[in-house]
């Protein structure tokens, strides 16, 4: 008698639904709107600036959407990808995820739309997209007792409440109090790129860097971090000068971190260099904002937004570049290594900057404007052309996420 034999049919799971994979982590849906945000505004802003109608004005409308419509949203989709992985635990997916997305698109139509009314929807939808991103973090680092992430919710919190004191002064046209909460929000936005860059830099680096040791600083970073809180302090009381001196020690510690990180062994790796080099800049733009905020001229003609844009540009935003390509890629399942649009995106990032403060130094000439803006736009066109597939598919591994 033949007895026959079944082989069990390999599994059959039902694959995860585009909303399940663009909504499984923070990173998928506002890496792409941020990075897609981060070029189209800065196209209206140089390009089409009489297409900016809402209430905030396009100086203001640019400083704010910069700060917090790009940067800030980035740490928020990092801040709650990472969370999962320091404390096991999923702060935002599925329709809470889509929710705090969609109050995010709100706020970003609505300071283009004309009226009151409109601004304030976009306010209060931004309102709302801290807070729950806020709450969703704090639930998870609370939850799991992670102590030393507890700065990380308290600056994001900072970050919200310094937002909401920005649209208070539009709203209100205190327009002498805006530039004191973008100050404050900047400084608080450092804090987290020091945070983050502190962490993350040393542990890539002794995990591709052979036989060389990287210090991974905790003992300076946390006079760092409190040096930082220090100065923000000091500013919302108005003591300027003395913040000046804090932030010069801040500089002093971020780049002696930065010499023991051995930056010589990593010049031919794309996905560290470019965080070096945005670790740098951010302490150059600590240090020039140590200048302006203790009132001293440089003998070169650059004008008071040198220190934002070093800080914004050179700083956040080639860091950014550098974590939202290395991130994608690992929380994705794929390897990390840089490809050619990658490493494009990274020295078009970094001569951005330079042009930039180039177009300030020469009295803001339309034709150095219009040059980093164009370097700036390509450089997220490169990471949208490579990453949405990527971003929009589930991950290569199967693994959940």
Do not use: C
């Not at 940067?71 to 705090?100: C, D, E, M, Q, Y």
């Amino acid at each position: 008698m033949l007895i026959q034999v079944d082989m069990p049919s390999p599994s059959k799971k039902k694959p995860p639904s585009f909303f399940e994979t663009l909504f499984a982590f923070g990173f998928r849906p506002l890496y792409l709107l941020s990075a897609f945000w981060a070029a189209f505004s800065v196209l209206l802003w140089v390009f089409a600036p009489h297409l900016i109608k809402g209430n905030m004005g396009s100086m203001y409308w640019h400083a704010h959407e910069m700060l917090w419509g790009f940067i800030a949203t980035i740490a928020v989709a990092f801040l709650l990808t990472a969370s999962a992985t320091w404390t096991g635990r999923h702060p935002s997916k599925g329709k809470h995820l889509a929710g705090i997305t969609a109050l995010w698109i709100v706020a970003r139509i609505g300071y283009l739309i004309p009226g009151q009314a409109a601004f304030i929807v976009a306010a209060l939808a931004e309102i709302g997209f801290f807070a729950m991103a806020a709450i969703a973090l704090a639930k998870v680092i609370f939850g799991a007792k992670s102590k030393q992430n507890y700065p990380v919710v308290y600056a994001l919190v900072g970050l919200g409440l310094a937002n909401l004191a920005y649209l208070l002064a539009i709203y209100l046209h205190g327009y002498h109090w805006i530039m004191k909460g973008y100050h404050i929000g900047l400084l608080l936005m450092a804090f987290i790129a020091l945070l983050v860059g502190r962490r993350v830099i040393p542990f890539f680096a002794s995990r591709r860097v052979q036989d060389v040791e990287i210090p991974r600083h905790e003992k300076s970073g946390k006079y760092q971090l409190i040096i930082t809180a220090l100065s923000i302090a000091l500013l919302v009381f108005g003591l300027h000068k003395i913040a000046a001196i804090a932030l010069v020690a801040l500089v002093a510690i971020t780049w002696f971190q930065l010499f023991q990180w051995k930056p010589m062994k990593v010049i031919h790796m794309p996905l560290l260099w470019v965080l070096y080099v945005s670790y740098f800049l951010l302490g150059l733009g600590l240090l020039f904002a140590a200048l302006f905020f203790a009132e001293i001229q440089l003998p070169m003609n650059l004008r008071p937004a040198a220190f934002v844009h070093i800080i914004g540009m050179g700083g956040f935003a080639v860091m950014i570049m550098g974590m939202i390509t290395r991130t994608a890629l690992g929380h994705t399942g794929r390897p990390l290594e840089a490809s050619r649009l990658m490493v494009a995106s990274y020295v078009l990032m970094v001569l951005a900057a330079i042009f930039r403060l180039v177009a300030l130094w020469t009295g803001n000439a339309m034709g150095s404007l219009h040059l980093t803006a164009s370097l700036w736009i390509l450089a997220f066109i490169f990471y949208l052309w490579q990453f949405t597939p990527i971003l929009t598919s589930p991950r290569v591994d199967g693994k959940p996420g």
